[in-house]
């Protein structure tokens, strides 16, 4: 496993640090797929889903010491790392299948994956991202081993909800106008 912001040999858990500021509303989910998921894939799914978006948030939310994301992800990738393992092989699985065959699926994963982490990645609602997901990281290292899958039912849909931008944070663009005078032209050293 890979620690937030550092390089390794598989690259999996590592967000590509595309960070391309897709607006919220197009966050909102990722992409569905089909044909649909058992359950066991469901939950895969969310479980991969919701550790991108803490993934993107350990990169993406460093603005903030308090928030602690890189240091909460990175306790996470050793806590849960089996059911992370799980969902990425449980995922290649499925890709594989419905796209006959290894080669394929694999390319369409690494397509679903990295959707899945610019889905996270916003400008629009960045205080209220990265506030939402330090408190579900929080939330997800008091979960027992084992128990992520269960937790990502309730945690993707928190996270994926913070990306419209409502909450108690004021609003970036709702910006205030005031009438500037005119200033006259400097002529030398003296303006005015």
């Known amino acids: 496993m890979a620690e937030a912001g550092k390089c390794s040999g598989t690259g999996w858990l590592v967000a590509t640090g595309l960070f391309l500021g897709i607006t919220a509303a197009s966050a909102s989910a990722a992409t569905p797929l089909s044909p649909p998921l058992n359950e066991k894939e469901t939950v895969a799914d969310r479980v991969w889903l919701l550790r991108a978006g803490l993934n993107v948030a350990a990169l993406q939310c460093q603005f903030s010491p308090f928030l602690m994301a890189a240091a909460n992800y990175n306790a996470l990738l050793r806590q849960h790392s089996d059911e992370f393992t799980n969902a990425f092989n449980v995922m290649n699985t499925y890709f594989a299948r419905t796209k006959k ?24 609602a960045q205080y209220t991202f990265c506030d ?61």
């Open 132 to 192: 939402a997901a330090a408190t579900i990281a929080r939330q997800a290292l008091a979960v027992p081993k084992g128990k992520f899958g269960a937790f990502s039912e309730t945690g993707l849909p928190q996270l994926q909800a913070s990306l419209n931008g409502n909450s108690r944070l004021p609003a970036l663009h709702n910006f205030v106008w005031v009438n500037v005078p005119k200033v006259p032209p400097c002529k030398g050293r003296r303006c005015g």
């Open 101 to 124: 065959g290894q080669r394929a699926g694999a390319r369409a994963f690494d397509t679903y994956a990295t959707r899945a982490n610019q889905n996270f990645s916003t400008f629009d």
